[in-house]
Every structure is written in C-alpha cells, then in structure tokens.
C-alpha cells in the first residue's frame, strides 16, 4: 500500500479496496464456521454455485450476504450433504458453513464456503418437524385422520403422485394385475412431489380431492422410485395439517427408510412404498371377500345339517311307515296260516272219517255179497225162475232149482212146512236187501 | 350413487351376518331355510361379482373432473403453487 504526499487525501478505488481486502484477511486470517439461513441459490453451467445467505428475526432479514461453492468443491460438498442429511441444499434450509471471507477488488464481499455441517442441517429439520408435530397436536389434529374408519371394501382410490414417478407405475401395476381379479377404480392427481413447490401441489391435489370426495373411498400419496431425498416437503405444517383434516382415510407411500414425514404421521396408514400400498387395498377386499365366503360356508354347513337332520327324521318316519303293510300283512299271514292250517287238519280228519266210513261199507258190502253167503254154506232156490221166500206157494211135486256155492240143483217137492211168524222175523234179518 | 357401493357392501355382510345368525341358532322351519340360503347365495354371487367389476359411472364421471379441473384449476386458492 502506497501512501501518496499531502496533496493527495484520497484513496484511489483500487487503493481502497486493497486496504480493505488486507484488512480483512487480517481479522479473518483462516475459516470460520457461520450458521445461516439459504435464501437463495443458484449453479451456473460451469457448475459454481452463487447462494444468497441470510439471517432472519421474526421473519424480517436482519443479515444477509453473498455466498459462493466453486465447481470443484460443490461437487464434493453437495454429495456428502446430501448423504447425510438426505436432502439437497435448498433455500429455507438452515445451514452451518465452513467458509472464508473473501474481498475482491472486483466483486466485493463475499463467503468462500469449503464445509457444510449436514448434522446441523439435520438437528435443524428435526426441530423444525418437532414443531410442526407439537403444533398439530396442540390444535388436535394430529390424529384426526386415524380417527376416520376404513372403508369397508377399499376399491375407489384417489392417487396423489407424479404422474412420471417409477413408483406411481409400480403401483398401478400391482393394483390392476392383482391375483384375484379384482377390479380398482383409481384416478391420478397430479401432483409435483419434490422441491419448493411440492407442499402446494400436494395441498391443492387434495383440495380438488376433496370436492368430489363421494367418488371416493381413500386418498393415496405415492412417490417413490429413485432419489430418497428431498422428503422435507412432507413435513410442512400445512401440508401435514391438510392430510389430517382430510374426510377420507390418506393411504401414504412414500417410499423411504428414514423417519416417518410428518405427513406420513397424521396419515391413516403409513406403508413403505407404493407397492405396498396396492397389496394393502388388495389386501381390503380379499378380507372383505373371506369374511363373506366363511359366512357363506357357515350358511352352507348349518343348511346342511338341517337338511341331514330333516332327511333323518324323514328316513325315521319312512322306516316307520314301510313296516306298517308288513305288520298288516304278517297278521294277516298269520291268520291265512292259522285258518289254512285248521282247513286242512279238518279237511284230513274229515276225510280220514269218510275213509273209515267207506271202509266200513265195503265190509258189509263184502258181507252181503250173495256169493260169500253162498260160500258160507246158504243157498237161493227158485221157482219157476222166482226166488223162494215162503214155502206156502209150492204144491207137491212142485220142481224146484237151488243154486249153491258150486253148482245148481233140481229137486221136486215131497212136503213142505210153513214157518212161525218170529222166524220169518229172523230171515229178514239175516237176509237184508236180497230182493 | 356416491357411497352406494359402501353401503351395499356393509348391507351385503350385516345381512350375510344376520342370516348366519338366524339359521345358526334357531330351528329354521325348511321352506325358509331355502328362502334364507337361497338369499345368502344371492347376496355373495352379487359382492363377488362387485368386487370384479369396474362402476363405469364413476370412471365418467371423473373423466368428467379431469376435464373440469383444468379449467376450475386457476379458481382455487391453493392452486397458485401447482
């Protein structure tokens, strides 16, 4: 630095802001760490990155101050940020930065930034979202949406996603080739699901939602598929209260490992990824469908056994009844047989009687045969070709032919004698049915 | 139309429930056991059948939104942000 003679009281520019720059170097002779709030930022093609950092109290700007990450740092630094503190810098973001403070004679003040703490970022966020949840449950809401019943049959979905997102399509896919053949009605509202303008877009996807709201059974936030930064959107405060206050169940997928969202919270069910999100649904209808096909198995079982024991009871009856003309019968066997039986005994001692009475018939039949009398010493004497009966009508001499057993005789009559009354009685007796 | 098929679920199961009930602890005389099975047939073949079916009304009626929100868009408070 050059100190000019006494007619010269002035700096030239460049003297100045040589002064100045030396100055600085000698206060700031290394880093420091400064923690500050991005309000902008901004890379270039040459991949420098110009940020605007502030430093705000009740919402007014109290500091403020260029920043500036070159190319070969930004590249570094951007990826281990992004690594740790699972977002991409952004502005709104609070920041903790290693940085040199630099004057150019050219372009004036302003940070070289060497270092960024994600932990700070992060310890940041987490207050952040520790805020937004206090006040959500503060105002009650935060469990507002949880409160809400799951429908039933979950087949009517409204679906928050990029309509580009690897994750929409997954699960669009896994709902319409479901195993089971059910179908879902599903409609896209698009939203952008990333960055600055991703809470508004969310909020005002829901809000269309919610105008046709009876078309619906549940709300369905996807995202998912690649990157697995920038979530930050989804614990806003506005964004978080507009899903809880919502009238239908909010089904989240937002495909992440980390902490739930905020959003993710106040939802009704939190699943990890789209997919998962679909075999859920699915899953809503299978239980439906089991639950109606055990009851109808119940119907099916209980109708049989009534039926079995109905037909039992009918078999009992039929059993019964089948032997009723078998009784009748057997009695009337009975009586057939009984009558049957006297029939023929009487019929055998009836005939075993006639028999005997033939018998004796033919005994005396045997006896009255006249040549057995004959053989037995009797004999027929005839006159004039009559049998004689009574001496009385025969003169002397009278001829007279006696028939014996063996042989006949003629004699002529000498005498004759006639016969007492009682003995004629005799002959008769002794001689019936000669005549 | 809205909950329609909501509530025809729920009615499909309560009834479903209620005949199950009935024929499960009551003697049930055998001409209305067939009424009751013949319903509870009838009313799984439907849920079945509903579970299978896309309801044409409400793919129109929200083709219907799909147009409308493109021109209704700008008249939402929130929208300013989309």
Known sequence: MEKNSAEKAYFTLFELNTVIKSAISDVFPGACWVAAEIAELKCNQKGHCYLELVEKEDEKTIAQIKATIWAYEYRKLGDKFEKSAGETLKPGMRVLLRVEVTFHEVYGLSLNIRDIDPAYTLGEMARKKREVIDRLRKEGIMGLNKSLPLPLVPQRAAVISSPTAAGYGDFFKQLDNNLYGYKFTHVLFPAVMQGQEAENSIISALSRIRKEKELFDVVVIIRGGGSVIDLNCFDGYEVASHAAKFPLPVITGIGHEKDDTVVDMVAHTKMKTPTAVAEFLISGLRSYEENIMGLRDRVYKEAGRLLRDERYRFDALIHRVSYIPLRISAVHTNRLSAVRSDLESRAVRILAEEEHRTGAIEQAMKHLDPANVLRRGYSITRHKGKVLKNAAVLKKWAVIETKLSSGEVTSIVQDRKETTKSEQRQTDILLPGLE | ?82
């Open chain 2, 1 to 82: 139309m809205s909950k329609g098929k909501q509530i025809s679920y729920s009615r499909a199961l309560s009834e479903l429930e209620k005949i199950v009930s009935e024929i499960e602890s009551e003697e049930t005389d055998l001409d209305v056991l067939s009424e009751k099975v013949k319903r509870a047939a009838h009313l799984i073949k439907f849920c079945r059948a509903r579970l299978r079916s896309t309801e044409e009304e409400v793919k129109k009626a929200l083709s219907e939104i799909e147009e409308g929100t493109v021109s209704e868009g700008p008249q939402e408070e929130e929208s300013d942000g989309y």
